[in-house]
């Protein structure tokens, strides 16, 4: 599970071309205005799908679930 960004050729100043999220090996959502939006949509899509954090991330959803 993660959150791509595509940009062209590596440019920061441009805004990216695309970003979405990948959950095992397929793209599920794409097309996102922000990380930002992507990031809340994957913590949606983890709780609606009944999917179980990745254990290396566990700590930072938790923080995530209860700023926002």
Do not use: C
Not at 7 to 17: H, I, K, N, V
Not at 45 to 61: M, S, V
């Amino acid at each position: 599970m993660a959150i791509y960004v595509v940009r062209e050729d590596g440019d920061l100043s441009y805004p990216p071309r695309d970003i979405g999220i990948i959950i095992e090996g397929v793209t599920v959502l794409s097309g996102f205005p922000s990380v930002t939006t992507a990031f809340i949509m994957l913590l949606g899509l983890i709780y609606a799908l009944n999917l179980q954090y990745p254990k290396d991330f566990r700590l930072t959803f938790e923080v995530a679930q209860k700023i926002l």
